[in-house]
């Protein structure tokens, strides 16, 4: 791991005409989104808000990954749903609350409570709901064999 601080930069562009706007980064490919169906947009493209959501479950299931490999949690699967409620606070739009429902299989001989313990530990330990206001709970669904 590189040392911190870490700097990361994308850029969005939009054009009248269509309303997509492309969001590009170095080395990576571009994402056409548009907003949600909720704010007028067509529903069927990636928004800021699903993006945000899809950042908060990618983020817990890239902590989980690092804690239970130090930890020696071995698994076959993991599924992270990350639902946010928008709401208006104060005549401001912002995420008020984060619900996420994590579904797990861990392999071989361990406890529910040791996994449900590192599943706490990935909520905690996760930068992007680090860096928001909004309320985080977390439900799991651990399928032990």
Known sequence: ???????YTVTASGDKADGHITVTASDLPDLTTNAPSE???PGNQWSPESLLM???ADCFILTFRAIAQGSRLQ???IQCQATGTLDRIDRKPQFTNIQLHITITPQGDTSEERVQRILEKAEEGCLITNSLSATVSMTSDIKLS
């Open 1 to 7: 791991m590189e040392p911190f601080p870490h700097h």
């Open 39 to 41: 704010f007028g947009g």
């Open 54 to 56: 899809a950042a908060v």
């Open 75 to 77: 698994w076959d699967q």
